[in-house]
């Protein structure tokens, strides 16, 4: 064997190890990362960027952590691949859970778990805000109809029925 070969074979003797804990511990975060999201359930999809991706078939693409509904339907986490469209609209290519996605892969985006958190929970407070605005429209409507549907109602001899409001409310932390 030449020089050459005696020193790769013994980098890859010491660097397998060393890659191996990494994936170990990327595997444990992904697992629990997995394990909030699912006890949590905000059932809101989110992604950050991991890198640029593609080949000569799909041009170039972005690769993404993600948190969205698998083939199952199920919310899962994951290595999402995709690009925008001719009308700048994202198209998803592919979405792999992560426990079924590349060592490569997994590696590269567990750093960056707490932003796909971070990005989790601002969709999560934007939905509940744009959900208090609607609740807020519909009870102005209603109070503002409530005239004219008592009119018609006493016009026709009809009683009105009870009014049902929901009011959305945050989660009450434990």
Known sequence: MSEDMKLLVEKIRTLSPKLNEIADRANVAFEAFEELLQESAPGIAASVYIRDGGDEQTGKTAILLAYDRDSTGAFRLGIEEGKEDADGDWLQLSFRPWDQSSRDLRVSAYGILPNLLDEIVRAA??????????????????????????????????????????????????
């Open 125 to 174: 407070e934007s939905t509940i805000e744009k959900a208090g605005d609607v609740d807020n429209k519909l009870a102005e409507i209603m109070d503002a109809l409530s005239p004219a549907v008592e009119a018609t109602l006493k016009e026709t001899g009809n009683s009105r029925p009870p009014v049902t409001r929901v009011i959305i409310e945050e989660p009450k932390t434990k």
